[in-house]
C-alpha cells in the first residue's frame, strides 16, 4: 500500500512539471491565443515575430489576409490570433 502511494505522488509530480512550462507562457499584453491545435501553415507564414498574433504590417505578405483583415479580426484590436484567423478561414468555406 505505501508503495502503491509513493508511486502515485511520482506520478502526479511528473504531470505537474510537464505542465509547468504551459502555465509560465504568457504573451505581452495578456493572455496569449489559444494554442490547442496546431496554427495554419499561412498563419505561421505570416506571423512573422511569433507572438501569437498576425498585424497588418505582417498580413501584406499575402494578399488575400490583407483584403480580409478588417473581416478576420473579429474583436478589432488590430491584430488577428490563431483562433480569429481558423474561424475566418473556416467560414469562408
Same mark, same amino acid.
Given at each position: 500500500?505505501?508503495?502503491?502511494?509513493?508511486?502515485?505522488?511520482?506520478?502526479?509530480?511528473?504531470?505537474?512539471?510537464?505542465?509547468?512550462?504551459?502555465? &509560465?507562457a504568457q504573451a505581452?499584453?495578456?493572455?496569449?491565443?489559444?494554442?490547442?491545435?496546431?496554427?495554419?501553415?499561412?498563419?505561421? &507564414?505570416?506571423?512573422?515575430?511569433?507572438?501569437?498574433?498576425?498585424?497588418?504590417?505582417?498580413?501584406?505578405?499575402?494578399?488575400?489576409?490583407?483584403?480580409?483583415?478588417?473581416?478576420?479580426?473579429?474583436?478589432?484590436?488590430?491584430?488577428?490570433?490563431?483562433?480569429e484567423f481558423k474561424?475566418?478561414?473556416?467560414?469562408?468555406?
Amino acid at each position: 500500500m505505501n508503495q502503491h502511494m509513493t508511486w502515485r505522488k511520482l506520478t502526479l509530480s511528473i504531470l505537474l512539471l510537464g505542465a509547468l512550462p504551459l502555465a &509560465q507562457a504568457q504573451a505581452p499584453g495578456g493572455a496569449p491565443p489559444a494554442q490547442d491545435q496546431i496554427p495554419a501553415p499561412l498563419f505561421e &507564414q505570416l506571423d512573422v515575430n511569433r507572438d501569437g498574433y498576425v498585424t497588418p504590417e505582417e498580413a501584406k505578405r499575402s494578399a488575400e489576409v490583407t483584403a480580409r483583415f478588417k473581416e478576420l479580426d473579429a474583436n478589432r484590436d488590430g491584430r488577428v490570433s490563431i483562433d480569429e484567423f481558423k474561424k475566418g478561414m473556416q467560414d469562408k468555406m
